[in-house]
């Protein structure tokens, strides 16, 4: 789908995006169209079901591809969320740790973010999370992955990465009417891609992991292209 930066109606939430836009160099535009489209849905949410919004949004980017997975694209499932016991929706089947698992299909997403917030509301075994800072993301992301929310080990440090690359942690604030902090200058460094160049061959020149070098570009293949950028530091 072709990359659609919303224009947010909330000022604070539309100078957020403005300035991920002026860093979109050494950022994922696909994930600044994500949330310049649900920023105000994840604020919402979290006004209404105390989940905070860096959360919900971080969440959102990491298991729809931002937007754009298989499984979204078909079904407007933003969290992959499964059918489990009691689901009389709609569902479709899809590949995930096991072949063609039952996954809910919803009309439009901004079901798909209601459904996510009821889903942790109503399971007993999310109850400690909401005992947390209501901006606490940390914990947030540690306790989803210790209450069983996804297999992955590395599930937190995905989600704290986003929230911390992308400052969701101030929609966090705009929820609750705390004032946000002029960011300091981050000392970022690009890697242009040349003919030739592999992951594997740019980690070793810059001395990172290829795991660092995929998650600080938002990289789900090891495919790259000439003269694409990636941030390496």
Request: net charge positive; hydrophobic share 30%.
């Amino acid at each position: 789908p072709k990359v659609v930066i919303e224009t947010p109606k909330d000022k604070k939430v539309k100078r957020e995006v403005a300035r991920l836009l002026k860093k979109k160099s050494s950022l994922n535009i696909r994930t600044i169209a994500y949330i310049s489209k649900y920023a105000e849905t994840a604020i919402y949410e979290m006004k209404k079901n105390k989940i905070p919004a860096s959360i919900t949004l971080a969440q959102g980017i990491l298991e729809s591809g931002n937007g754009i997975s298989q499984l979204a694209l078909k079904s407007n499932n933003h969290f992959g969320v499964k059918c489990h016991k009691g689901w009389n929706g709609k569902s479709v089947r899809h590949d995930d740790d096991k072949k063609q698992e039952c996954f809910r299909k919803y009309k439009e997403v901004s079901t798909s973010y209601k459904d996510h917030s009821k889903f942790l509301r109503t399971r007993s075994r999310y109850n400690f999370l909401f005992k947390l800072k209501k901006d606490d993301y940390k914990r947030w992301a540690k306790g989803l992955k210790k209450a069983g929310y996804a297999t992955d080990r590395k599930y937190p440090k995905k989600i704290i990465h986003l929230i911390e690359t992308y400052r969701l942690y101030n929609y966090d604030k705009i929820a609750l009417r705390k004032k946000i902090k002029e960011a300091k200058k981050e000392k970022i460094k690009i890697h242009r891609v040349r003919k030739g160049d592999t992951l594997f061959s740019i980690s070793k020149k810059h001395k990172i992991s290829v795991q660092d070098l995929k998650e600080w570009n938002d990289l789900n293949s090891n495919e790259i292209s000439i003269d694409q950028k990636l941030r390496v530091k």
